[in-house]
């Protein structure tokens, strides 16, 4: 069996017991005179004194800091305009960029027919151009009248929906202003009507 000496292993040992340590000299010489001191009793493994000031105390603002506060309390107005605007924007553009994708869907794979259908209602466009001479009301009337005519030639059962749905709303419209017109004229008559009907 090995048998465990201190002169094999001195470091281990000496740390078992408590060893004196001599303080050097600035020549590098141990003073001997010097009181030894154990390992305990030095500095190095006492509790540091409590500090005098608390650690969480934040320094003051520097320039840089106050002029960085300064310039987003003066942008924070704007920002939120921005952000604003954005999120009213932001739907708008969805359905923009939707409306794209599915017009370019479209127009990738055409029913048959599309792009002649599509040349005559262009071409009736800028006939109408052409013989829309004079007033701009013309210029813009004109065009699309023959251009609405010439796309309901092609797309009989689409226009007769879109004209039946803009007739009524042109005649929900017609009724609203009328009610509208009738108060404004005799708004007297209406509150006589109310209070001879009521019990």
């Known amino acids: 069996m090995l048998k465990v000496t201190s002169s094999a292993m001195p470091g281990p040992v000496s740390l078992l017991f408590p060893t004196p340590v001599f303080a050097a000299s600035r020549d590098g010489d ?75 869907a479209y127009l990738k794979d055409p029913p048959k027919d599309f792009y002649p ?28 009248g023959l251009m609405t005519v010439s796309a309901s030639m092609y797309y009989p059962e689409k226009a007769a929906t879109i004209v039946k749905s ?5 005649y929900d419209r017609a009724v609203q202003s009328y009610a509208a017109l009738e108060k404004m004229v005799n708004p007297q008559s209406k509150s006589g009507k109310d209070s001879e009907t009521k019990p």
């Open 117 to 144: 259908r599509a040349g005559v209602v262009g071409f009736t466009g800028v006939l109408g151009l052409f013989l829309a001479r004079g007033s701009r009301i013309k210029r813009f009337m004109l065009p699309a």
């Open 166 to 170: 803009t007739g009524d709303s042109v």
């Open 30 to 104: 141990p003073q001997p005179s010097a009181p030894s001191l154990l390992r305990d009793e030095l500095s190095l493994y006492t509790a540091p004194p409590p500090l005098q000031k608390p650690l969480n105390v934040l320094p003051e603002a520097g320039q840089l800091e106050q002029s960085a506060a300064t310039l987003r309390e003066f942008t924070e107005p704007y920002t939120g305009w921005c952000k604003d605007t954005y999120s009213t924007i932001q739907p708008k553009v969805h359905s923009v960029v939707q409306c794209g994708s599915d017009t370019y």
